[in-house]
């Protein structure tokens, strides 16, 4: 509706004064970016009915099924991957230039939050039999820090 026909950010907009079918000053990030960013954000991987909790409070309305259909492309341009712990199928991040697995990871038993742990806690390649290692899935069990520092709750 711009009369001028200059883009819009000569003007600055109020808060709420953002027009329908202009550009708005801050693009509604695509679901995509949102799992991206949650992955990113997490401690370690996520089921897919976390990462869809964690999305919907930025992006309402985010379907299930749009997750899974994300998380599916995200995995075929390995940008996340799955891996499997006691919990079931989790995702997570795939680091640059690394292998799949070549990290354990903690599960806490209190309020089931995975966690990465540093590769060093397991080197295959420190293995004194010579095995080729194409990947490992190794989970720690136990109470993770937040746990340990909440104490338990009392019912008086
Ligand atoms: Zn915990
Ligand atoms: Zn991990």
């Known amino acids: 509706m711009g009369s001028s026909g200059r883009q819009a950010g000569a003007k600055v907009l109020g808060p709420g004064e953002a027009v329908l079918g202009q550009t708005p000053l801050r693009r509604r990030s695509l679901p995509r970016d949102r799992i991206i960013a949650v992955l990113d954000e997490a401690p370690g991987p996520l089921k897919a009915d976390e990462i869809w909790a964690l999305a919907s409070v930025h992006r309402p309305g985010l379907s299930i099924a749009t997750v899974y259909r994300v998380l599916k492309q995200l995995m075929a ?4 991957r799955a891996v499997t712990l006691p919990t079931g199928t989790q ?66």
């Open 77 to 80: 341009d390995e940008q996340v």
């Open 91 to 156: 995702y997570e991040r795939c680091p640059a230039g690394g292998r799949p697995h070549d990290h354990p990871h903690f599960l806490c038993r209190q309020c089931q939050v995975a966690y990465d742990l540093p590769s060093v806690l397991f080197e295959p390649q420190s293995l004194a039999v010579p095995f080729q290692i194409d990947a490992y899935e190794l989970t720690l069990h136990g109470l993770c820090p937040q746990c340990l520092s909440t104490p338990p709750r009392i019912n008086i």
